[in-house]
Every structure is written in structure tokens, then in C-alpha cells.
T-cell receptor, first 114, second 112 residues
């Protein structure tokens, strides 16, 4: 069974631009979560989607948004990029939200903002 | 203060050593406790998880949870160079869906 895939793997953007990242969950998984990983803050929860609905949101500004499609694929968007948005963005999928919390992570998208 | 505290290391041990990794937390609502392993340039990989207090063993890995002390541990026996990675503890509440709260991660190097 294929794992979680994320595209693109690497991105370089300029401050002020916007970016869209894509995540395809493991087949049959309907819950997708997004995390931001930085050296200073570690892994921080962005949001979670299930059945095309956002179920949970972390403490990030409104510039960070996401959506989920009927096939469970998910995208996240960051508008008006700032230098501090440079990070590894990780997507994780699970069968459904909640218990047990077995989530499987993709390899991430490395975003660099210059 | 962070909800989950983890010593970032780095930690360097000789091959065959017993490794002890630890996290403390402040939120008593956490019920699920996970350990992830992350190799360089890869996503985190779930090693094991426990529910509430107690121990869980999987091969060379043992996870312990002491909710009274708000303290969790991961022990690696007979450590191997292939165990060299960053180890992340993560926790979640029963009511928070898939939302995980992570520690900073401990960078481990096992020297041959």
C-alpha cells in the first residue's frame, strides 16, 4: 500500500507570494492533518480535515488555510508569505480522527521563503 | 511554558548501549502517548503508542507512561547505528481528534 505522498517536495518562494501544497493520504484514510516543523518551534499542529470539513485548527494566523476534497486529498495554502514561514510542512493521514491516534506522515514539503 | 518538554540532546551512545529518552508534560487531559522516529529529510514514523499509564514493549523498544508524574519514557535496548535519528514524543487528548502535541525531539547518535 502506498504511503502518504506530498508534492512538491521542495519550494522556494519570495516574501509576499502565496503557495499551495498538496497531500494524498494512504488509500482508505479519510482524515488528514497538517503540521509545521521548524528548528525553533518543533512540530506544530496546523489543522485537521475529515470528510471535507475542518475539524480542528491550531494557533496559526488566517494566512494559513486548507481544504479537503471528496477523494480525501488535501491542500494547504499560505498567503502573503513571510520569512518565518520557512519550514518543513508535514501531512499525516489516519483512518478517521481520534482513537487510536495512529497517524502516518508523509515526507514533507520543504518551503523556503526568501 | 510548553505543554510537552523534551531534552533536545544531542545524545551520543556506543553501539549496544541502553538508551533512555524522556518527556514531561503539563496537560493532565493527555491520554494517548506516542513515540515517533524521524530520520534526516524524512517524515516522522510512528514507533509505538500507549493509552493512559503503563508499559508497552515492542522488540527492543519499551515505552513507559507515569501519569501521576506526567512523565513518559522510551527505552531502546541493544542500540544499533540504524537507530540514529531524532525521537519525538507526542500526546493527544481523547476529545482532540487527531491533533498531536509534540515535544521538541531528541537527536540520538549510536556510534559503531
Amino acid at each position: 500500500k502506498a504511503g502518504v505522498t506530498q508534492t512538491p517536495r521542495y519550494l522556494i518562494k519570495t516574501r509576499g507570494q502565496q503557495v499551495t501544497l498538496s497531500c494524498s493520504p494512504i488509500s482508505g484514510h479519510r482524515s488528514v492533518s497538517w503540521y509545521q516543523q521548524t528548528p525553533g518551534q518543533g512540530l506544530q499542529f496546523l489543522f485537521e480535515y475529515f470528510s471535507e470539513t475542518q475539524r480542528n485548527k491550531g494557533n496559526f494566523p488566517g494566512r494559513f488555510s486548507g481544504r479537503q476534497f471528496s477523494n480525501s486529498r488535501s491542500e494547504m495554502n499560505v498567503s502573503t508569505l513571510e520569512l518565518g514561514d520557512s519550514a518543513l510542512y508535514l501531512c499525516a493521514s489516519s483512518l478517521q480522527p481520534g482513537t487510536p491516534p495512529e497517524q502516518y506522515f508523509g515526507p514533507g514539503t520543504r518551503l523556503t521563503v526568501t | 511554558q510548553k505543554e510537552v518538554e523534551q531534552d533536545p540532546g544531542p545524545l551520543s551512545v556506543p553501539e549496544g548501549a541502553i538508551v533512555s529518552l524522556n518527556c514531561t508534560y503539563s496537560n493532565s487531559a493527555f491520554q494517548y502517548f506516542m513515540w515517533y522516529r524521524q530520520y534526516s529529510r524524512k517524515g516522522p514514523e510512528l514507533l509505538m503508542y500507549t493509552y493512559s499509564s503503563g508499559n508497552k514493549e515492542d522488540g527492543r523498544f519499551t515505552a513507559q507512561v507515569d501519569k501521576s508524574s506526567k512523565y513518559i519514557s522510551l527505552f531502546i535496548r541493544d542500540s544499533q547505528p540504524s537507530d540514529s535519528a531524532t525521537y519525538l514524543c507526542a500526546m493527544s487528548q481523547e476529545t482532540s481528534g487527531s491533533r498531536l502535541t509534540f515535544g521538541e525531539g531528541t537527536q540520538l547518535t549510536v556510534n559503531p
